[in-house]
């Protein structure tokens, strides 16, 4: 079972709605988060087996990193990565120098995966109840004449 909020996706300042069956959702940004609670619009909030929190959007570092890791790759293994920096900057990487080209398209791409991830405006499910499914799994003989073999059924409990 899962003790408490350690671990999860979530920081001070992060906007969340917070879901039980028994009271109203509770939305607002997160002012305090510990492993045994957090705090969000003044209500404090502890880990239940039917509690629900969903993150809004999506931290733009997030995309930030993720566009920089993508444009490093591709500006520095591949020819349209050179080609896009030709497009953007008039000038050719043998022009400019490998690295300068390179360090180009990983800003470019940094700045469209934070824009991106801006705009994001959906829900992410960070947290699902204090306790985790765990699989059980069944493997039964199976014969027959002249054959043979195993049945598995995996159930989460």
């Not at 959007?57 to 930030?64: A, E, I, R, W």
């Not at 050179?82 to 953007?88: I, P, V, Y």
């Not at 959906?122 to 799994?137: C, D, H, K, L, M």
Request: proline share 4%; hydrophobic share 40%.
């Amino acid at each position: 079972t899962r003790a408490g909020f350690a671990g999860i996706e979530l920081s001070v300042g992060d906007s969340v709605v917070i879901s039980r069956p028994d009271a109203a959702d509770v939305v607002g940004r997160i002012s305090l988060i510990s492993d045994s609670h957090l705090i969000v619009k003044g209500h404090q909030i502890e880990p239940t087996p039917d509690l629900h929190i969903d993150r809004f959007g999506d931290p733009v570092v997030n995309g930030l990193y993720r566009g920089a890791a993508i444009g490093l790759m591709v500006g520095s293994v591949t020819l349209p990565g050179q080609l896009m920096m030709n497009a953007a900057f008039g000038a050719t990487c043998h022009e400019r120098g490998r690295l300068r080209c390179i360090a180009g398209i990983t800003a470019v791409s940094a700045a469209v995966g934070g824009v991106v991830d801006r705009l994001r405006v959906g829900r992410t499910r960070v947290f699902s109840g204090s306790v985790v499914r765990t699989p059980e799994v069944t493997i039964t003989p199976h014969l027959e004449r002249r054959r043979f073999g195993l049945h598995a059924s995996v159930r989460w409990k």
